[in-house]
């Protein structure tokens, strides 16, 4: 039987991130070019020698240009060297044209830096349906490519610099480093990411990059970004909708000299830490999100399956009746079972169980203890642990929403208008 | 190739309900016995005669009392003769008690009336995980069995009063009928129903009862009324939430002594007017949204089954940000490409095209005629006809869902507390 083990103290993370430190042999920039009306819109990180990497990616049907770019280089090599991200612009549903302009993106920092094509990854996220402004971005690529081995800033601020020209509708940069020891030797791993799809879902993309200076070979590098993806990114719902430009990359370029190997303890210690810090950039995302008053961490408990619990807490962080109960302080239970109920899953609705951060609101049989007072008093704070319990078997699953409140439809109604 | 003809001026319809004729050998009736703070809350209609049955009812996993006693009454005979309904409580996730009382409910309006307990229908609506004060209840069957006789009001008028007494939320109470001709003879569909879920979820569920003095072989029925179901009250969607006493209610009593016989032109004639007859009630059911300002009938074109149509179209009226796009009249094709892209159907981004009331907004290969200013200005009207084209094949479907505004999370968020 296999649990998640999620503490739930990691949900009281302070607003500001940490910025932290830089794994070995990696560069980052940030520059404004042009594409947006003022902020930093070009990012580049570098890394000084060839690294592996692994790649997640939108699953949505329509795939924008640079996610096929990255699709292609990853599987055609194994190490690579550098990534180049636009904000401003998304590069989706630009067709033709598109494709060519995100392989130019590629191919003009490429030669900038004296690299192969193919070595670079490149992303996009902004405004769907306009083609990027290439000659602003050929320019930018020419002083991105220089200011990358500027000494006149610290790298770690210019590695912020890169995380602040990722932003879109982000009301504060989304960045963390983790440093711990693999047999005696010191092992950093850094992660940026933007917002995903809860405000402005022309500029919804959830982008997030991870960098290491372990050496992790290629195959084992794709498992674990994959299985830490699926726990954090993919369990964070604000409003079901899958953004066209969604990936998370990871390089890992060796230069600490420790080496990570498949089934060893340091797998075990890696991986731990690759969750621990994908799981604060998920959470760092879902709490930027405009109008979100209220984190919520949902678990389902007792489930037949992980895939079931999983099911039935994203069916209830979907649930815009459960979300506004929550944000009017309405301890409702009748629209967390009801959702539950239509989640596609069996369960025995007289054994459901509900707690929030700890208190049983609803006992088997449908018993309530508590006074309508009483229970919604529980939703005061601001970090909501909502726990379900259902009688089918051993197997549970954690995910992550937020209230939903006037302030959402607000901003969403008038948008680009 | 089977496509469904749905008329699009269909939408424009009238605020007000028509309460319009009642079928021949039917009465209802509406008090107020106390469930409720003021207004009527037990409603009993009455065939003089048997009647076939059909019925629709929730897919939620956690289906209340009176779902379950009139699923067993269902399968236990073929002819019925009356329908009690309650609304202010739903009688759901009430356990072992929750089943007596429904049955109860049943067994005394059974002996006011001198019909056998399986002979009737019950129907709950209101508030979840409370127990039916059954003292009331009892009193009020009483009073309503003998008021179902009473020749002090018009039938058409006692009629509407149950209409009436089954309502919650709703604004306006929901009614429909249409005569029309059987093979020289007249016959009469009449139908009541009251709103789902999509403002208060604890008063959510949807009811529609549909009675008819055609003569209808119960298989036939069932047959009718499932289709008619899934393609107007299944194809409302509002919020996504499905209640837990959701049902759909058929009685036709002969008194027309026109025979609906299957596979005849009758039944042609016949089931199309069901469908007209329901479409006309979930529309009303969409309209009376607390705080949805359009409605929106969406129609999903070229797709290569109608189930592929149908989940195209249901994932783009689910979509918070598409819905609140429609609120600010904000004509995001971006939104509505990217929902698209994420229903689980594959299809090629290149061919999607987008009309809004008729207008292309988006042809293919992502080709962008209109301006935005001009693009907005489609989604001015109150009906919006949003119409997706994709290139997999001949099939389409229609859902119709309102746009999402402020005052559904505020009137939400303040719901209990």
Redesign the interface.
Same mark, same amino acid.
């Given at each position: 039987m296999f649990k998640e083990i999620i503490s739930s103290q990691s949900l009281e993370i302070t607003a500001k991130p940490t910025s932290g430190r830089i794994p070995l042999g990696f560069k980052g920039a940030g520059i404004f070019c042009g594409i947006k009306k003022r902020r930093k819109d070009l990012a580049l990180i570098l890394s000084e020698r060839p690294a592996t990497a692994a790649g997640v990616f939108t =699953?949505? /049907? /329509?795939q924008a240009a640079p996610v096929l770019i990255c699709k292609e280089h990853l599987s055609e090599r194994d190490t690579f060297r550098a990534l180049i991200i636009n904000s401003g612009n998304a590069n $989706?549903? =630009?067709?033709e044209q598109g494709y060519k302009d995100a392989f130019e993106m590629s191919s003009l920092i490429a030669s900038e830096l004296g690299l192969e094509n193919n070595e670079i990854f490149v992303s996009s996220t902004g405004?769907? !349906?306009e083609t990027l402004p290439m000659d602003k971005i050929s320019e930018g690529i020419k002083i991105i490519a220089s200011e990358i081995f500027s000494t006149e800033k610290q790298e770690e601020e210019k590695m912020q610099e890169a995380a602040e020209a990722i932003m879109t509708t982000d009301t504060f940069s989304k960045t963390v480093s983790s440093t711990f020891l693999i047999n005696g030797k010191e092992v950093t791993i850094y992660g940026m990411a933007k917002g995903s799809?809860m405000i402005h #879902? *022309?500029m919804?993309t959830m982008l997030g990059f991870i960098l290491t200076d372990a050496t992790i070979e290629k195959k084992l590098l794709q498992s674990m970004l994959k299985n830490a993806t699926n726990k954090t990114f993919n369990r964070i719902i604000v +409003?079901? +909708? =899958?953004? =066209?430009n969604d990936m998370v990359l990871a390089l890992a370029n060796g230069a600490s000299s420790a080496e990570i190997i498949a089934e060893t303890h340091e797998h075990y210690i890696f991986e731990n830490e690759l969750f621990a810090l994908l799981k604060k950039l998920s959470l760092d995302i879902v709490r930027d999100g405009e109008g979100a008053t209220k984190l919520i961490e949902i678990t389902v408990d007792g489930a037949g399956s992980i895939e079931d619990a999983e099911k039935i807490g994203r069916t209830i962080a979907?649930? #815009?009746?459960v979300k506004? &109960?929550i944000? !009017?302080? +309405?301890a409702?239970? !009748? @629209?967390i079972? &009801? $959702? $539950? !109920?239509? %989640?596609g899953?069996?369960?025995d #609705? &007289?054994q459901?169980e509900i707690f929030i951060n700890g208190i049983k609101i609803l006992g088997s *049989?449908?018993s309530?203890e508590l006074s309508?007072e009483e229970s919604?008093k529980t939703l005061e704070p601001h970090y909501i642990y909502l726990t379900i319990k259902i009688g089918n078997g051993n197997y549970s699953a954690t995910c992550w929403t937020c209230d939903? %409140?006037?302030e959402? /439809?607000?901003i969403?109604?008038?948008? @680009?208008?």
């Amino acid at each position: 039987m296999f649990k998640e083990i999620i503490s739930s103290q990691s949900l009281e993370i302070t607003a500001k991130p940490t910025s932290g430190r830089i794994p070995l042999g990696f560069k980052g920039a940030g520059i404004f070019c042009g594409i947006k009306k003022r902020r930093k819109d070009l990012a580049l990180i570098l890394s000084e020698r060839p690294a592996t990497a692994a790649g997640v990616f939108t =699953t949505n /049907v /329509v795939q924008a240009a640079p996610v096929l770019i990255c699709k292609e280089h990853l599987s055609e090599r194994d190490t690579f060297r550098a990534l180049i991200i636009n904000s401003g612009n998304a590069n $989706a549903c =630009t067709g033709e044209q598109g494709y060519k302009d995100a392989f130019e993106m590629s191919s003009l920092i490429a030669s900038e830096l004296g690299l192969e094509n193919n070595e670079i990854f490149v992303s996009s996220t902004g405004v769907i !349906g306009e083609t990027l402004p290439m000659d602003k971005i050929s320019e930018g690529i020419k002083i991105i490519a220089s200011e990358i081995f500027s000494t006149e800033k610290q790298e770690e601020e210019k590695m912020q610099e890169a995380a602040e020209a990722i932003m879109t509708t982000d009301t504060f940069s989304k960045t963390v480093s983790s440093t711990f020891l693999i047999n005696g030797k010191e092992v950093t791993i850094y992660g940026m990411a933007k917002g995903s799809g809860m405000i402005h #879902p *022309n500029m919804a993309t959830m982008l997030g990059f991870i960098l290491t200076d372990a050496t992790i070979e290629k195959k084992l590098l794709q498992s674990m970004l994959k299985n830490a993806t699926n726990k954090t990114f993919n369990r964070i719902i604000v +409003d079901g +909708d =899958t953004s =066209t430009n969604d990936m998370v990359l990871a390089l890992a370029n060796g230069a600490s000299s420790a080496e990570i190997i498949a089934e060893t303890h340091e797998h075990y210690i890696f991986e731990n830490e690759l969750f621990a810090l994908l799981k604060k950039l998920s959470l760092d995302i879902v709490r930027d999100g405009e109008g979100a008053t209220k984190l919520i961490e949902i678990t389902v408990d007792g489930a037949g399956s992980i895939e079931d619990a999983e099911k039935i807490g994203r069916t209830i962080a979907l649930s #815009p009746l459960v979300k506004t &109960a929550i944000h !009017g302080e +309405d301890a409702n239970w !009748g @629209r967390i079972i &009801a $959702a $539950a !109920g239509y %989640s596609g899953i069996k369960f025995d #609705p &007289a054994q459901f169980e509900i707690f929030i951060n700890g208190i049983k609101i609803l006992g088997s *049989n449908y018993s309530v203890e508590l006074s309508i007072e009483e229970s919604n008093k529980t939703l005061e704070p601001h970090y909501i642990y909502l726990t379900i319990k259902i009688g089918n078997g051993n197997y549970s699953a954690t995910c992550w929403t937020c209230d939903f %409140s006037e302030e959402y /439809v607000k901003i969403n109604g008038s948008y @680009r208008s």
